[in-house]
């Protein structure tokens, strides 16, 4: 079985040319099954950590939120903050990683992950959170040369369940990103 170390190397090594990337994301988002909105977004990604999400015209219940999130992460930072308490086969072609924050701050505090180990992409992920679980699935194509999501299922169950369909379209590919979105995504 792989270790962690390794397996984080072999997802990093997915598109090893690809440097940046742009590309529109269309979001379907319902809410209890009954409320339903889209949001359009710009997401701006460049290795080894810059990952951030504009969103145009946000309907009016969300703009308190802003119309800009950043994720500022890197492999080293997942192998920082993370220890794998389970890594296990779950097919010939698939691993599940399970993940365990090592420190309280570390958010979300656990993660599983389920790995196409053939071609070294997460088919899906679920973050746990103390109010519940996030899970995401992905659709990966063929853009360019490059195995990139054009499709990803987003859920949350419980009480008040949202899911969404966010699509991924008009790939920009090893582009130069605006300034301000590098200023903004730069860490503390």
């Known amino acids: 079985m792989p270790t962690l170390e390794e397996v984080v190397r072999r997802l990093e090594g997915v598109n090893p040319t690809l440097r940046t990337l742009v590309v529109d994301q269309d979001a ?12 359009r977004t710009t997401v701006y990604a460049a290795r080894p950590a810059v990952y951030t999400v504009v969103v145009h015209e ?4 969300l703009r308190s939120l802003g119309n800009t999130f950043q994720l500022v ?3 080293q930072r997942v192998l920082a903050d993370y220890r794998a308490s389970a890594i296990r086969r779950t097919d010939p072609e698939g ?3 399970e993940l365990q924050a090592q420190r309280a701050e570390v958010n979300p505090p656990s993660v599983t992950a389920l790995i196409d180990a053939r071609r070294w992409l997460i088919r899906e992920a679920t973050l746990h959170y ?5 899970q995401v699935r992905y659709r ?3 853009v360019e040369g490059y195995l990139l999501p054009d499709l990803a299922l987003a859920s949350i169950p419980g009480l008040l369940p949202v899911s969404a369909e966010l699509t991924y379209r008009n790939y920009r590919l090893n582009v130069p990103l605006p300034p301000d979105i590098l200023a903004r995504a730069s860490p503390p």
């Open 28 to 39: 379907d988002v319902r809410v209890l099954g009954v409320f339903r909105f889209v949001l």
């Open 58 to 61: 946000a309907p009016a219940a």
């Open 73 to 75: 992460s890197s492999p």
């Open 95 to 97: 691993l599940v990683v």
């Open 130 to 134: 103390p109010w519940g679980h996030l």
């Open 140 to 142: 990966y194509a063929d």
